[in-house]
């Protein structure tokens, strides 16, 4: 029997209706920072009904993930994530697989995104002395061009990620 945390890589990517815009009209959308999070060109968004469960939820690294990404913000890369703070829920699943919130992208900060992940992920495992072929990761990313969105969702080692990843980068949305 084959354990997720043993998988090396499995990268998927589909269509999805699921862009900025209908992120906005989402019920979880915190009104009082509307003008805020539109700014943004990386949003980190809930998972809804998370294996089961009802509700939204994101993984137990998000604060930690929105740190270091709003730390690499520039003036053409804007970080943000959509919920308030009373209705943000962190779902500790006690894995040895690093999980990233969910987020959307737009296109043309797509490969920064790609960098700040792996980034976030190598230093991670620096700080808990893991290494990074032995280390897996969770990532789902969509990524908007033109209003047409792509899910990315990347399951597999710290190592493989970045050069899995940029290997759909050119082929993505052709």
Not at 31 to 42: L, Q, V
Not at 48 to 66: A, S
Not at 106 to 117: D, E, F, G, K, L
Not at 134 to 158: F, L
Request: proline content about 3%; overall charge negative; aromatic content about 10%.
């Amino acid at each position: 029997m084959k354990h997720e945390s043993d998988i090396e890589k499995m990268i998927d990517v589909v269509d999805t209706e699921l862009g900025f815009a209908a992120i906005y009209n989402k019920e979880y959308m915190p009104k009082e920072y509307e003008e805020e999070i539109r700014s943004a060109n990386i949003l980190l968004i809930p998972n809804e009904n998370f294996r089961d469960k009802q509700g939204l939820f994101f993984p137990e690294c998000t604060d930690e993930f929105l740190e270091f990404m709003k730390e690499k913000e520039t003036k053409n890369v804007k970080v943000d994530i959509c919920i308030s703070d009373e209705n943000y829920i962190k779902l500790e699943l006690h894995a040895d697989i690093v999980y990233i919130a969910t987020m959307i992208v737009q296109w043309a900060v797509w490969p920064i995104t790609t960098s700040i992940i792996a980034a976030y992920l190598y230093d991670k495992l620096k700080k808990s002395n893991k290494s990074p072929k032995e280390t897996n990761t969770d990532v789902n990313v969509i990524v908007e061009k033109n209003g047409k969105s792509k899910m990315i969702h990347y399951q597999g080692s710290v190592e493989n990620f970045e050069k899995t990843i940029k290997t759909i980068d050119e082929t993505i949305f052709k």
